[in-house]
């Protein structure tokens, strides 16, 4: 049946639930995608400061080009001037977090969404026997037939179209992974 090749069986057996081709890595990690300075109280002061949260936020929408938001990092540290590294250390904070947590939500959706489809699985193969059984029936009960017939390819549809949705989702947190890391890097490049 088709909806056994849609609902596979996680390649790793520590996140059963995910659907995804490439391996899953829960956070990022600091030092995957930062080379710069050691980020000390950034960490967590970026949150204190509401124009880098701003602009955190700003940089981090995945709807913003790349090279936009590479602009924004130059002039923004441009004008931090004798702060320029400081300046540069909250940003990048704020973008870790920032990102890293846009990164989680996807993922947890990607999962839960893997859920639901074997859900939907074992759904549609219930039906299926359902569906051969009214069909052996002797009369058949065409209404029935019909009925449950319509719910299945309804049932169906919705699993397939949610499969390939999930395949487009999995590119996310790569994606996400790639901002960081140009970002940071466009950072970096400033503060030397």
Do not use: H
């Amino acid at each position: 049946m088709v909806l056994s090749n849609q609902v596979a069986s996680a390649a790793d057996p520590r996140y059963p639930d995910w659907p995804c081709a490439q391996a899953k890595v829960p956070e990022i990690s600091l030092a995957a995608v930062w080379a710069g300075p050691p980020l000390g109280d950034a960490e967590t002061k970026w949150k204190d400061d509401p124009k880098i949260s701003a602009l955190a936020a700003k940089l981090a929408a995945r709807r913003i080009p790349l090279e936009d938001a590479q602009k924004e990092i130059t002039e923004f540290l441009s004008a931090a001037a004798a702060d320029k590294a400081n300046a540069g250390k909250l940003l990048f904070a704020g973008l870790f977090n920032t990102l890293n947590g846009q990164r989680a939500s996807v993922m947890n959706g990607l999962e839960r969404v893997m859920r639901k489809q074997r859900e939907a699985a074992e759904k549609i193969r219930a039906d299926t026997l359902a569906l051969q059984a009214l069909q052996d029936a002797t009369p058949p009960d065409q209404a029935k037939v019909d009925e449950l017939g319509n719910q299945l390819v309804w049932e169906t549809r919705i699993f397939e179209d949610r499969g390939r949705v999930v395949r487009f989702v999995c590119e996310v947190p790569t994606t996400i992974d790639q901002r960081l890391f140009a970002l940071g890097r466009a950072i970096q490049q400033e503060l030397d």
